[in-house]
């Protein structure tokens, strides 16, 4: 099993469950190798590569059955076409990290629109038209983005942001490996598209209280207008990018992200709650280890 982003938060995680099944061998691709090794340790076979130079692959994917793809949007869009026909042709599953929102139907025809939807969109339709068999876990918002609060959290009770009443079902990195990797391993799943969330929506204060709860402070929400928030919490983001961000989580307010019982469904135990995931991450909001 070859797997991308895998000193990633979600990566990691697909490694971590692969290196438990006894027959599989987990082999990690990385731009650096050695910082890769140093990381996930002797038991996990790292080889260099790049996913936006496809030629560089080679010995990656000697031998390889199946691939965790982590794609990087947007920026390798261009190389995405050479990437997919390369994986396609030497590997036999590709279970690809996507996002909600994706149509079920997109147009194999059009190109990346500069979004992360719309590489995702691309990147879905050559996989769809070019791999034997496939994947696409279209996930719900990760939880663990809640963790670009922490510098503030660390510093004090108040927490400066956007569109508190923005709900989510945010989805724990646990679970989305777990899910990785039952599909990488598991022959009954074949060429589908699953929509992961958490269990439940929670809007991004009550997101603040359960990271409260974790630490046993009471945090505040202090709301920023949309303008200041681009402006001080994205500065070094190209505008429009931003202003999509905080725009996809006022559209949120309104229409909440929903919640499907597909992990439950896969892993035949409910999904784990944003309450877990704060405390997995407690020590990421205090600094302290």
């Known amino acids: 099993m070859l797997v991308t982003g895998g000193t990633g938060r979600v990566g990691g995680q697909v490694v971590a469950r692969l290196a438990g099944v006894g027959d599989v061998r987990v082999r990690v691709l990385s731009r650096d190798p050695a910082r890769a090794s140093a990381v996930l340790g002797p038991q996990v076979e790292v080889v260099g590569g790049d996913l936006a130079v496809p030629d560089s692959l080679g010995a990656a994917l000697d031998g390889v059955d199946a691939l965790f793809l982590v794609f990087p949007s947007v920026t390798a869009d261009r190389a995405a076409g050479r990437l997919v026909a390369t994986l396609a042709e030497r590997v036999g599953r590709i279970v690809y990290l996507s996002a909600h929102g994706v149509p079920d139907d997109p147009d194999g025809a059009a190109e990346p629109d500069g979004t992360i939807m719309g590489s ?135 229409r909440p992200e929903p919640v499907t019982d597909t992990v439950r469904h896969l892993l035949g135990r409910p999904a784990l709650t944003y309450a877990q995931w704060a405390r997995d991450h407690a020590e990421d909001f205090t600094g302290r280890r």
Not at 130 to 142: H, P, T
Not at 155 to 182: K, N, Y
Not at 231 to 246: D, R, W
């Open 120 to 254: 995702h969109a691309h990147v879905e339709a050559l996989i769809a038209g070019a791999a034997a068999d496939y994947a696409f876990l279209r996930s719900s918002g990760f939880a663990a983005n809640t963790l670009a609060w922490a510098p503030q959290i660390r510093r004090s009770d108040v927490l400066r942001w956007f569109v508190p009443r923005a709900s989510r079902a945010l989805v724990h990195e646990a679970d989305l490996g777990a899910v990785a990797a039952q599909l990488l391993t598991d022959d009954k799943h074949h060429r589908g598209a699953y929509h992961l969330t958490g269990p439940e929506q929670l809007t991004q204060v009550e997101q603040l209280a359960a990271i409260g709860t974790a630490l046993g402070r009471t945090l505040r929400y202090e709301e920023m207008d949309p303008a200041q928030a681009a402006a001080e919490l994205f500065p070094s983001m190209p505008a429009g990018v931003a202003a999509g961000i905080i725009a996809g989580h006022a559209a949120m307010v309104a």
